[in-house]
């Protein structure tokens, strides 16, 4: 079954449709159903999500988390 993979900070589609999560990807988890994410794609709402996996992208890895780098100190 394809794989339609998101990510939570940007709004990119091109890992819509894939057979597994790329090793690069962070945090990956499912959040819904094939069945579930075509039905949304197919109805009007605007709150219906594409994605059947939702994860952070290597360009957001970056972007978002360099938080977590420890600061250094200048002497």
Request: aromatic share 6%; with cysteine.
């Amino acid at each position: 079954m394809p794989i339609r993979l998101g990510c939570m900070f940007c709004d990119r589609s091109d890992s819509d449709g894939i057979d597994a999560v790329p090793t690069s990807w962070f945090s990956v988890e499912q959040v819904q159903d094939l069945d579930v994410s075509t039905q949304a794609m197919s109805s009007d709402r605007s709150d219906a999500a594409w994605q059947t996996h939702l994860g952070v992208c290597p360009e957001c890895q970056d972007a978002e988390l360099w938080l977590v780098v420890p600061s250094q100190s200048v002497e």
